[in-house]
């Protein structure tokens, strides 16, 4: 399918169809009224991530919220140019991006899935985050819902909030706690971790982090 065809059918079908709910800032958003043959592959705080069926190597990531945010993250992949472990900017729409697919699964899934995470997906997005850094960007917000792996390898799927200023701390926590509990527990004997226990687990973060900076 040729691009402009892509961009036509995306607001036709998808963008005057759907309709996105924020319940909470914390919390990833909801989907309502999903089109036939649009399919949501993923939810973040501020968006939600659709591929068509007919459209493997694209996805479309729609704001609920904010275009400006939209705006920014369109920016930052301007910024960011070519890197084999981020996606790619394809079309900006008003409200929505087209961006290359990345394939994979999350770290978060991962876990909750129980696949073992291999030490070279980690040490991937430490370069990707390096790079970023040489190209006078800040990654902001990566955590396990915003990293994939596929084959061993690592991705950062979400630059979102690489605008931003100040020092986020939360791939740092997550690379400490990768080696510190992670290396010897689940990593050895990989079983599924309830979703409830993993959102536990993100929600007593964000107080423990909030305690901390106090
Ligand atoms: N380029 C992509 N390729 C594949 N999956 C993606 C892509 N972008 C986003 N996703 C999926 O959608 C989810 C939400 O997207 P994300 O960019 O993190 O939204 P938000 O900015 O709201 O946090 C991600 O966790 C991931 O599972
Ligand atoms: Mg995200």
Redesign the pocket.
């Known amino acids: 399918m040729h691009k402009e065809e892509f961009v036509k059918m995306i607001e036709k079908e998808l963008i005057h169809h759907i309709s996105l709910e924020s319940k909470n800032v914390h919390d ?2 909801i989907v309502h009224n999903i089109p036939t043959g649009w399919t949501c ?9 659709f ?1 068509h069926k007919s459209e493997h190597d694209f ?1 479309v ?1 729609v ?2 919220i904010d275009d400006q ?1 939209l705006k920014k ?1 369109a920016n930052v992949y301007r910024q960011l140019g070519d890197h084999q472990a981020y ?1 790619r900017l394809i079309h900006q729409g008003p409200t929505y991006l087209v ?8 770290l ?2 991962a876990v909750a899935r129980g696949i073992r995470i291999p030490e070279t997906v980690i040490q991937d997005i430490n370069h990707a985050l390096e790079y970023a850094i040489e190209r006078d960007l800040n990654p902001y ?1 990566v955590h396990g ?2 990293v ?1 792996m596929k084959d061993g390898k690592g991705y950062v ?5 690489f605008y931003k200023e100040g020092k986020d701390e939360k791939w740092n926590d997550l690379v400490k706690a990768y080696y510190k509990i992670y290396k010897k527990t689940l990593y050895k004997y990989p079983v599924p971790i309830p979703l409830k226990l993993l959102d536990f687990i993100r929600h007593s973060y964000r107080l423990y982090r909030r305690i901390k900076i106090m």
């Open positions: 990833p958003i592959i993923g939810t973040g705080n501020y968006a939600a991530v591929v996805v990531k704001a609920a945010a993250e996606s961006l290359k697919r990345l394939e994979g699964i999350t978060y899934d917000d819902r915003n994939m799927v979400d630059v979102s909030d």
